[in-house]
């Protein structure tokens, strides 16, 4: 999504973001190949937005469209997958205690977290409130406090 944001608007915020998530797209795949692990993204640079989990699958094709309306609603919606995503990354994490795992979905989670804290600020700096979808109020306002 962040690239199509990119192309989409050119945003400055985002043109980091782009390289950041290849980067990680990379590097994620080769751990989780290393582990046996499902992978949630295909890693095909040149398939862009195709997910194998279902659900994940369904979040990007109902945000793909909001990307389209105005900067603002891309960036509301790159923050509802940020939040999801750092939700799916909690619940994996607590499921498992294979630490090298653990390690790999908390680089993950900090970078979700950044990306958030970056869109939330961008958003209040124009005096546009974020309101998160699947975070309550209180932990969206304690992520965007951390100093990470």
């Known amino acids: 999504l962040y690239a199509t944001f990119q192309e989409e608007w050119h945003n400055p915020l985002f043109h980091h973001a782009v390289a950041i998530e290849k980067l990680?797209?990379?590097a994620a795949g080769r751990e989780i190949q290393r582990h046996n692990l499902e992978l949630p993204v295909r890693m095909s640079?040149?398939?862009?937005?195709?997910f194998s989990i279902e659900e994940?699958?369904?979040?990007?094709?109902?945000l793909m469209p909001k990307m389209e309306i105005s900067e603002v609603e891309g960036m509301i919606a790159?923050?509802?997958?940020?939040?999801?995503?750092?939700k799916r990354l909690d619940e994996a994490i607590s499921n498992t205690e294979d630490i090298n795992i653990i390690i790999l979905y908390d680089r993950i989670r900090v970078s979700s977290k950044k990306h958030l804290i970056a869109i939330?600020?961008?958003l209040a700096e124009q005096d546009i409130p974020y309101h998160p979808v699947?975070?309550?109020?209180?932990?969206?306002?304690?992520?965007?406090?951390t100093v990470l």
């Open 56 to 62: 994940v699958q369904a979040l990007q094709k109902k």
């Open 78 to 86: 790159l923050a509802a997958l940020e939040e999801t995503q750092i």
């Open 24 to 26: 990680q797209l990379t």
């Open 134 to 145: 699947t975070l309550t109020e209180k932990e969206l306002e304690d992520l965007v406090d």
């Open 45 to 50: 640079m040149d398939i862009r937005g195709e």
């Open 120 to 122: 939330c600020k961008a």
